[in-house]
């Protein structure tokens, strides 16, 4: 058989592709070398060697990026990258979101991200950049084999080396619509996941991943001042990465916090979900070994654990992209990627790097002289270095926690039935420990920040020390005293924590303005550890106050013993324009209004009453629902977060009906209704089981906003009026059948109050739209008339301008209108309009319906010559009748759940982190950019 | 160093002590009888019985939720499920649900689904012929 010739394809971006990445990871071995050569030998030639190296391969990382994105940006749907993460209706604002959605994506921002921090090493690194250049080399060298795509095969086993992005989809999945050569043309995008469609996926991304590429920096400094047996040097540049990498990484962990709680629907910033557990651990060794490296380019100390630190930092990065690509963490964390068969080379990775750093420390760590006097318990060293320490203990108790599976999944090598174990409550687990490390991490820096380097002149001190110390205290306690009535705990561990907050908050004020004076320059720390307190207070009152406002009062309270009753308040059911009560809330649902096919958006209005019941503000919250391109999926819910500078109030849409929800449901739900027909007759009454109702009238228009009225639609369309027994209103309901061409469109009503879905059966309409070839003709010049079946017909001219309300004309139409005049037998003058339009060679008719009097008119040829016109007059006679299915039951369709949480104190932990990190910013510039 | 090897010794002391507590916060996942055994919270991994009646009435309760799930030795039990029906839940296969046993039901607070289709699509879509 001879290999099928696909039409459509551009294959070139492949090879290019696979090309660059292949060179891209030669250059890069050859960097690794050329480097360590020149680190061995000063060589300027091997030096320059490197450098082209490092060149040669950033500019293949460049290419596979730009052609990437190029097959991305003009829907190259035979790659499989791009099918995946693409679809035509992708908004070209979430391009950059589709393109890192993927691992491969995401290995490329890495690599991009390293080129430019080499580029800048090259640059700044001076003495060091051998080495330094030689190790980046090396790790682009393993991302490069992360997307390289080669297989190998040793008899039966094949070995896989990297997942190219450029791979095709037919060589992706074994398919029958490949073996048709035009299958492009048949298949379309996948597109973005819809929790993915928000604008924070376009800067978190880019943002933690530089983070996390520039962790490997301040290790790359630490290994070369040990390469070169140099103790001290290595310290500055590594501390100004240090600061670089902590306050981008800290700020990329933040934006994601800040995605999860905006288009998340759990209700928070932060869930201990492993992806966050492992993004946040590196951060906190990168703090701890900047601490380290302060202690040790002040003091000499501490030289040996900051480069332990640096590597640990660096070495939980790797790990965490092990955890969350090899597919390891399964079931227990809710946003891994999926496992691409990468594992092995994960692991490889990690263990090089773990291998690399070790050996190195071990080989020349008595280069480090131990200082010979003792530690100062009055030294700033001292206390920082037990914070470094504590700090190191919190990484460690979260990633063993998080490294649950992985522990598992070791024991299940010798054990195979091993069952495995999991964390049952893992945000419980997290924060019972980690509030500990929060109250000391609060306290250290509260006291250690008045202290100073290397004490000499305790004696001197002590008195203004102890000063400090007691105006923080007892400005601690008072703010404590005045406040924490307010925190909703009663637990000593909460109210500890809270005291110690504020105790930082306090000691690092007083610091900040008496020994600094207000000197911003040097308030780095100060700044970032006042932020750390009052992120502290902000995390005990957005978890502790935290409110879910949407209990709904008429719940069993009794459910079930040993739950409380928060696990069953949650949610609210809303009915449309019925306005419910909740806490000081009056909440309405009031309309739902589908913006784009794929979003819907619901308007719920929030009126707060005070004791008197009068509404003293009122607010509308709009959460909405992304659909996703595949019609069988739900959509995502986003919530809708209505700020004020006290709390946020938040809501999504946690339930909605199965006509809303997707395809598969609404099918499944309307397949469980029993219809009933009806033949009904106008102004008579039909009954059902529960009432009865009466047809009140019937209309060729429509108002519904599914439907969008195309030319030549026929409209069958009655109003129904229902009444119940034992109850005086009157309800109303307006089903619809609409005929186009061949098919029809039903547009069901539904009666909420009564549970009522009815639609009128297609049966009804071919009495009122009979066949278009029926009726009979005639040939009219202006001013003839004719007689049909007892219908005097006038033709009295034409309208060049026609309108017609259903009929979208276009510019390069050529429409006219016949204006007839109809006398009834009954001598009702009727006037008629049928359109005669030409668009492009076709001829369209556009027939006129008078409803009342059952007469249809069109005119289907215009003689131009003679001015006369051909018309096809038809009377229909049909007793005014419809045929109704109605089923009883039915599922309202204006109902939906929500949950709405009050989050007092948000503000506080968004001020809080982002001065922490405005505190490592401060501290970076200084050092960066000397002031 | 040496004081601060007294206080590594002490960290690790704790470290040790937490290590041992964890055994409180950690649970295998269990199978419905281990579950009406010991009558702990615990994770219960199974396959949604997609042929059992799944009920959700907000109207009547919307923080009741009840469907069945087969745990893998294949005991199929009813969940009752203390919030509203998750979106997507008639496409997800696995299940893994935290709660308790009460009875002859498992009641749970905590659901975690694993829908085929969320992270992997494995369905080419084609276009539809208009």
């Known amino acids: ?931 | 160093m040496n004081k601060f090897n007294i206080i590594a010794a002490i960290l690790l002391v704790v470290g040790v002590a937490i290590f041992f507590s964890l055994s409180k916060d950690v649970s295998t996942y269990a199978s419905f009888s281990e579950a009406s055994e010991n009558h702990h919270r615990v994770k219960v991994a199974g396959i949604l019985a997609k042929d059992k009646e799944m009920y959700y009435n907000p109207q009547e309760n919307p923080n009741y939720f009840s469907f069945f799930l087969r745990d893998p030795k294949g005991e199929e039990r009813k969940v009752v499920l203390l919030q509203g029906k998750p979106q997507d839940f008639d496409r997800s296969e696995q299940v893994v649900v935290t709660g308790e046993m009460k009875g002859d039901e498992f009641i749970a607070n905590e659901v975690l689904l694993k829908c085929p289709s969320k992270y992997k699509d494995e369905e080419i879509y084609v276009k539809k012929q208009i």
């Open chain 1, 1 to 931: 058989m001879s290999p099928i010739q696909y039409v459509g394809e551009h294959l070139w971006i492949g090879h290019v592709i696979h090309a660059a990445v292949i060179i891209g990871f030669l250059a890069s071995i050859n960097g690794v070398y050329a480097y360590f050569k020149n680190a061995k030998t000063q060589s300027a030639d091997w030096h320059r060697y490197g450098r082209w190296s490092y060149l040669i391969q950033g500019l293949m990382v460049v290419t596979t990026i730009g052609l990437l994105f190029y097959s991305m940006f003009n829907h190259y749907y035979e790659y499989e990258y791009v099918r995946h993460h693409i679809s035509d209706d992708l908004k070209l604002k979430y391009l950059l979101a589709a393109f890192w959605e993927g691992q491969e994506g995401s290995f490329l921002l890495w690599m991009f991200w390293n080129v430019l921090l080499g580029l800048a090493l090259i640059k700044t690194a001076g003495r060091w950049e051998s080495p330094v250049m030689g190790l980046l080399s090396l790790m682009q060298a393993f991302l490069f084999s992360m997307i390289i795509g080669l297989y190998f095969g040793f008899g039966e086993h094949v070995l896989k080396l990297g997942s190219s992005p450029a791979l095709l989809v037919r060589e992706t999945f074994a398919a029958p619509i490949f073996q048709n050569p035009e299958y492009l043309k048949l298949i379309k995008g996948n597109g973005l996941n819809p929790l993915l469609q928000n604008y924070w996926m376009t800067i978190h991304p880019p943002t933690l991943f530089l983070g996390f590429a520039s962790t490997i920096v301040p290790f790359l400094f630490a290994f070369s001042g040990w390469y070169y047996k140099d103790a001290k040097a290595w310290l500055k540049p590594a501390q100004e990465w240090a600061l670089f990498s902590g306050f981008i990484l800290g700020t990329g962990i933040l934006m994601g916090g800040a995605w999860a709680y905006e288009a998340l629907s759990f209700g928070g910033y932060w869930a201990w979900d492993p992806v966050e557990n492992m993004s946040l651990v590196p951060w906190i060794m990168i703090i701890a070994g900047l601490h380290t490296n302060m202690i040790a380019r002040a003091t000499g100390r501490a030289v040996r654990t900051t480069y332990i630190y640096y590597l640990l930092a660096f070495i939980l990065v790797l790990y965490a992209s092990y955890m969350t690509r090899s597919g390891v963490l399964g079931e227990t964390s809710a946003h891994a990627f999926t496992d691409m068969g990468l594992e092995w080379q994960l692991i490889l990775l990690c263990v090089s790097f773990i291998g690399i750093g070790l050996y190195k420390y071990f080989q020349n760590k008595s280069m480090v002289s131990l200082p010979s006097d003792e530690d100062k318990i009055n030294s700033r060293e001292y206390w920082m270095f037990i914070g470094a320490m504590i700090l190191l203990f919190s990484a460690v108790l979260i990633t063993s926690s998080t490294s649950l599976p992985v522990f598992n999944k070791i024991i299940k090598l010798f054990q195979p039935d091993f069952k495995g174990h999991v964390i049952v409550d893992s945000i419980s687990h997290h924060n019972r420990f980690q509030l500990w490390i929060a109250v000391l991490v609060c306290l250290l820096s509260g006291f250690a920040e008045t202290l100073r380097f290397k004490e000499g002149h305790w004696d001197e001190f002590k008195s203004r020390f102890l000063k400090l110390i007691t105006i923080s205290v007892i400005a601690a306690a008072a703010l404590y005293a005045a406040t924490f009535k307010s925190l909703d705990s009663n637990s000593w561990q909460h109210l500890l924590l809270f005291f110690a907050g504020i105790f930082a908050i306090c000691s690092n004020l007083t610091y900040l303005f008496t020994f600094l004076r207000g000197n911003l320059k040097l308030a780095g720390s100060a700044i970032a550890h006042l932020g750390f307190g009052v992120m502290v207070l902000g995390i005990l009152f957005t978890g502790l106050n935290k409110k879910i406002i949407s209990t709904n009062l008429f719940a069993q309270q009794d459910l079930i013993d040993g739950f409380n009753t928060e696990d069953y308040m949650k949610n609210l059911v809303l009915i449309k324009n019925a306005p419910m009560t909740i806490k000081e809330y009056e909440v309405t649902y009031n309309s739902d209004t589908l913006l784009d096919p794929f979003n819907r958006e619901f308007e719920i209005r929030f009126d707060q009453k005070d004791a008197e019941g009068k509404t003293v503000k009122s607010f509308n919250s709009a959460p909405s629902l992304v659909y996703s391109r595949n019609e069988n999926q739900s959509p995502s819910s986003n919530p809708s977060v209505h700020r004020s500078w006290k709390q946020d109030l938040y809501t999504y849409v946690n339930w909605l009906p199965p006509s809303m929800m997707n395809q598969e449901s609404a099918e499944k739900s309307e397949a469980e209704l029993k219809y009933q027909n009806y033949h009904i007759t106008l102004n008579d009454t039909f009954f059902f089981s529960s009432g009865y109702g009466i047809l009140k009238s019937l209309k060729n228009t429509v108002q519904n906003a599914e439907y969008e009225k195309k030319p030549g639609d026929g409209i069958l369309a009655c109003n129904l009026e229902f009444h119940q027994l034992n109850d005086t209103n009157t309800y109303t309901s307006q089903p619809a059948i609409i005929s186009r061409g061949e098919f029809f469109y039903s547009l069901p009503a539904i009666q909420n109050d009564l549970g009522l879905k009815m639609k009128i059966n297609p049966s009804s309409l071919e009495m009122y739209y009979p066949n278009s070839q029926d009726g009979k003709d005639a040939e009219m010049k202006v001013n003839d008339e004719v007689f049909i079946d007892g219908y005097k017909i006038q033709f009295t001219g034409f309208d060049k301008n026609p309108s017609h309300e259903s009929f979208d004309f276009h510019p390069e139409d050529i429409a006219v209108a016949a204006t007839l005049i109809i006398t009834t037998p009954e001598g009702k003058k009727i006037k008629s309009e049928p359109i005669f339009c030409i668009r492009k060679n076709e001829v369209k008719v556009i027939p006129a319906f008078h409803f009342d009097d059952q007469i249809r008119l069109s005119c289907f040829k215009i003689d131009p010559q003679s001015e006369s016109i051909s018309i096809k007059f038809l009377k229909y006679n049909s007793a005014q009748t419809i045929d109704l299915d109605l089923a009883e039951k039915a599922p309202r369709n204006d109902m939906i759940v929500i949950q709405s949480i009050l989050f007092p104190g948000i503000n506080l932990f968004w001020l809080g982190a982002i001065t922490m990190l405005g505190g490592v910013f401060i501290s970076g510039i200084k050092r960066w950019i000397k002031f």
